[in-house]
């Protein structure tokens, strides 16, 4: 019996590498197939395929290829690619997804059309019939009706997990059909992965529907997956980056339409306002500055303290590869704070730390004596690898040295997901979830016409999905734990709550408010967290 599903599973594996083969050379030309040369094929082990190469089939983020001549879509025009990768015109922002159908005309739930192995009802049935032939014989018939007789190996897992996926593809499942290739490649099947990539590519589209355009990102991360991009692709955020004032614009309209930056941001720097009220000099550690739009409301609101606004110092840490999202170092964002400042007759220095954020010791720090100390984690901390990772566990050193500066307060805003020490498959799976909610919370306050949308969606989240799903190791930067884990964090580093007011949770419910009303906040445990219907995205909270 083994003997014979052995030999079952590896005319099947054959069937669908032909299948593979004559799909691509006759709807896929532009792309690299397998490579001929498949070796190490042992049909007496279940038709493993050893795969020798695999890169650069697929245009992925970085959008670069040794051979063919990709197209690469634009919200506005396309630009050709040669075969070196370099670009033979320019035209504004690219959206580097080759071979994904960017018509809004494409429907979620509806039939797939065009599909590179289903291209209609009859020609599905048509390849079921004869995978099935192959698996089970020629006396048997998948699409029969339940109440038929069928053979009892068709009740193994194996052959239901088949139909499943078999017929999720012309209905559209899109969810289903990302879900199995990510268990394909999570059980090492590169042949089933290879052939669902296939079909992915005609069912996802950066201008359809949220799950479409999560699904386009998905994809690339599997794709980058199999070809160990992954890492290049997050390094460079995008086949080229664009200028300076160019992220600006799309991190502010993502800012503008979903409420989760100004929720961190406003929860944190309400703490920092209330652990300070009465402080005459203020020292605020940002170990994340970016372009310091979070502390424009904080000088303003010391501004109009009673009784006059203290002297504030904010030292902000950034490394320098974050140089071109700022049009230049961190010195502009200290000319930009202390034009405010000036201007709202607040005194102000400021203290640019160009310095990694996991290599940060505490002489980079400026402490001085006679100040009161805010520190500031907002959605930084995840990025610092942890004993899981390294030795050095740079997560929890970060904490013990902060804790060791004596703060009166510390804020904490973190993505509310799980995917620090998962393995791949169930950090797929939650990275799905997470992700589906914030691309709905997108889609209902974004118009889907809307422009700029795709490139929004692209260089602010899409390198965070590909990171998440294609890299492991020290590679894998985006790594998101629960505020559970966050909590244990801080009390091992000797750290106790520190509540938000009611006066800071009603500001910051009046926020939401202003949004969809599918946005909730709730307070538990001492903390806020921010959510999409039941979904829990942000989580915020305080400590001293």
């Known amino acids: 019996m083994q003997a014979s599903q052995r030999l079952r599973r590896s005319a099947m ?29 042992n049909r007496t082990q279940g038709g493993n395929h050893s795969i020798q190469t695999y890169s650069d089939w697929y245009c992925t983020l970085e959008s670069s290829s040794p051979t063919g ?28 997804l080759s071979d994904v159908h960017y ?59 088949w139909r499943q996926m078999l017929e999720a593809i012309p209905r559209g499942d899109l969810k289903h059909v990302l879900i199995a290739c990510a268990k394909a490649e999570s059980d090492g099947d590169l042949l089933t992965a290879q052939w669902l990539i296939s079909e992915l590519r005609q069912m996802v589209s950066v201008s359809g529907e949220p799950i479409q355009r999560l699904g386009a990102y998905i994809l690339e991360g599997l794709v980058a997956r199999l070809a160990a991009s ?67 409301t904080l000088i303003q609101a010391f501004a109009a303290r009673p009784g006059g606004p203290p002297h504030i110092r904010i030292t902000g ?4 590869k974050s140089a071109y999202a700022r049009g230049g170092g961190l010195n502009i964002v200290g000319k930009r704070l202390s034009t405010l400042a000036e201007s709202f007759k607040v005194p102000f220095e400021f203290h640019a730390a160009a310095i990694s954020t996991s290599d940060v010791q505490l002489e980079n720090l400026g402490i001085r004596p006679g100040e009161a100390l805010a520190v500031n984690f907002a959605f930084v901390l995840h990025h610092m690898p942890d004993e899981s990772v390294s030795t050095e566990n740079h997560r929890d050193r970060l904490i013990r040295l902060v804790k060791s500066l004596n703060p009166k307060v510390v804020t904490l805003v973190e993505q509310e997901s799980n995917t620090n020490t998962a393995a791949f498959f169930p950090r797929f799976l939650e990275t799905l979830d997470y992700y589906t909610a914030m691309f709905e919370s997108i889609d209902a306050t974004l118009p889907r016409a809307h422009k700029e949308r795709i490139n929004v969606e692209q260089h602010c989240l899409a390198k965070d999905i590909v990171n998440i799903i ?50 909730r906040l709730e307070e538990r445990d001492g903390a806020l967290y921010l959510g999409w219907m039941n979904r829990d995205l942000v989580a915020s909270c305080a400590w001293k």
């Not at 532009?30 to 190490?40: G, I, P, R, S």
């Not at 018509?103 to 390849?127: E, L, M, Q, W």
């Open 69 to 96: 001549k990709y197209v690469v879509q634009n919200s506005i025009s396309a630009v050709s690619f040669t075969p070196n990768g370099s670009p033979t015109s320019h035209q504004e922002s690219q959206s580097c």
């Open 317 to 320: 840490i950034d490394d320098s």
């Open 230 to 296: 992954g890492s290049s692709i997050y390094k460079s955020q995008r086949c080229k980056e664009p200028a300076s004032f160019e992220l600006l614009s799309y991190m502010h309209i993502l800012h503008e339409v979903c409420p989760y930056f100004k929720f961190g941001y406003m929860s944190a720097n309400g703490a920092i306002a209330e652990a300070m009220k009465d402080e005459q000099r203020v020292h605020i550690i940002d170990f994340q500055i970016s372009q310091g739009s979070q502390w424009v």
């Open 103 to 161: 018509s809004p005309d494409t429907n979620y739930n509806s039939p797939v059309s065009g599909s590179c192995i289903t291209d209609d009802v009859n020609d599905f049935r048509h390849k079921l019939k004869e995978l099935e032939t192959v698996m089970l014989g020629p006396n048997s018939d998948v699409l029969d009706s339940c109440d038929n007789s069928l053979p009892s190996c068709m009740t193994s897992p194996e052959i239901g997990c």
């Open 13 to 41: 594996s054959d069937t669908l590498y032909k299948s593979v083969q004559k799909t691509e050379a006759s709807y896929l030309p532009q792309f690299q197939t397998l490579d001929k040369q498949m070796t190490n094929i």
């Open 470 to 519: 294609a890299c492991e190791g020290i590679e894998r930067v985006e790594r998101h734990e629960l505020l559970g884990k966050w909590k244990s964090r801080f009390r091992m580093a000797g750290f106790s709550p520190y509540p938000l007011s009611s006066l800071v949770n009603s500001t910051i419910k009046a926020l939401v408010e202003n949004y969809c009303d599918k946005y």
